[in-house]
């Protein structure tokens, strides 16, 4: 089955960027989303179809996206961005199965 | 105001069934395609199935087919989840999201429901 990537664990001091990562075959091919989810809480979107940004999402989120490859960068992390960060794509074989990858905890202290 | 409440979760034996419901406000129920994600304690975000909007397509993880149904009333605005023979790594928090498949991504979700299988 299809799989996304995250690495486990980011940390970064207040004001530093910081970069999360997404691998997955079909990436290329697909959009990606990210979801911002904190304690408790249920899932925000914070970046769609790559690198847009919602309305209300401060301007230091932002997306990209390099081959298999895509990033959520937060630029000059606030405190209150440490939360679980997970991105989302459709399968490679189905475009009507949703897929997210394992989920990315950033810690911002 | 997008609202998702969802209902229905409580504590079921292993091999149970349970119904969750979706209630929905605030949008054109009609017009878009809906999905339900899960969340096991501590663990991470699951698509679990999706719907489009006139229930013509449908589409289950594979930890779920054959064992779940999705379904939706458009007259009620309303998506449920039928599940049957529960296990108990079926154990999560249950959320409703709009959005299904590559047209339409989840971008409103509620607060969840919680369902516990256990004997």
């Known amino acids: 089955s299809y799989e996304l990537t995250q690495p486990p664990s980011v940390s970064v001091s207040p004001g530093q960027t910081a970069r999360i990562t997404c691998s997955g075959d079909?990436?290329?091919?697909?959009?990606a989303y990210w979801y911002q989810q904190k304690s408790g809480q249920a899932p925000v979107v914070v970046i769609y179809?790559?690198?847009k940004r919602p309305s209300g999402i401060p301007v230091r989120f932002s997306g990209s996206t390099s081959g298999t490859m895509v990033t959520l960068t937060i630029s000059g992390a606030q405190v209150e961005d440490e939360a679980d960060y997970y991105c989302?794509?459709?399968?490679?074989?189905?475009?009507?199965?949703?897929?997210f990858g394992g989920g990315t905890k950033l810690t911002v202290l | 105001e997008v609202q998702l409440v969802e209902s229905g979760g409580s504590v079921e034996r292993p091999g149970g069934s349970l119904r969750l419901s979706c209630a929905t406000s605030g949008f054109s129920f009609n017009d878009f395609g809906m999905s339900w994600v899960r969340q096991a304690p501590g663990k991470g975000l699951e698509w679990v199935s999706g719907?489009?909007?006139?229930?013509?397509?449908?589409a289950y993880a594979d930890s779920v087919r054959g064992r779940f149904t999705i379904s939706r009333d458009n007259a009620k605005n309303s998506l449920y989840l039928q599940m049957n023979s529960l296990r108990a790594e079926d154990t999560a928090l249950y959320y409703c999201?709009?959005?299904?498949?590559?047209?339409?991504?989840?971008?409103?979700w509620g607060q969840g429901t919680l369902v516990t299988v256990s004997s």
């Open positions: 179809e790559d690198n």
């Open positions: 719907i489009n909007w006139d229930g013509g397509s449908t």
């Open positions: 989302y794509s459709t399968d490679s074989s189905d475009n009507h199965r949703g897929v």
């Open positions: 999201a709009r959005g299904y498949g590559s047209g339409s991504y989840l971008a409103y």
């Open positions: 079909a990436l290329p091919k697909k959009y």
